[in-house]
């Protein structure tokens, strides 16, 4: 096993995003079987809402008093339809949900970062490395589960699990490729998220 690898394993242990969704089986599973309902009220609220209603106007000659105005026509129109859901899915992998606030659901550990934050600059080296070296395949897994989530409508880790485990693996990464001071820097991650890790597990039984 590689030191990469046991970083990874190492980091998904101490990160509460990751342990304590997994230590609720019986929760996961429930939100997983509730998945088709979850698409179709996201898909119907997608299809009734009040920006389609608008672009429909626009489209059949309704909203009188504003169709041939220049910036209505730009706000209510399928390639702004198009830009907004795109930053609408987007927002499913803001690395914020992750490293600070949490999804705010059950599946998220209170008051406390899902992955430590001191983390995040060990995600953003991570990040770097893969775009410089063009390794895609994790991009393409991670637009493949985010959209999962954001098809079935909903921004929690239950369905952004997977999303979290490549975040790891980034900081892990991230972590590895320091060519100095490594072991202080693993150690100082370790020490914090531990840290973390007893807290949520304080808040949980509080």
Known sequence: MSHRIRLLIWLLVISPGFWWPVTQPGNLVKEW?????????????RINGPYLDRLRDMQWGGWLIHRNS???KLVYSYPMLLINEFIELVEFAQPRMFFVTGDGSNFSPPSLQPIPVVLFPFWFIGLLNHIKTKHWS???LLFIFT???????QKNLAFLLPVLVIYLRWASQGLDS???HKNIATA???FYSLYAALGSVWFGFR
């Not at 079987?33 to 698409?39: E, K, L, M």
């Not at 959209?147 to 409508?153: E, H, M, Q, T």
């Open 70 to 72: 220049l910036l209505p």
């Open 138 to 140: 994790e991009f393409v």
């Open 147 to 153: 959209s999962i989530a954001y098809l079935i409508g």
């Open 188 to 190: 100082a991650v370790s």
């Open 33 to 45: 079987v509730q998945s088709p309902a979850y698409f179709r009220s996201s898909f119907a609220n």
């Open 178 to 180: 320091l060519s100095t």
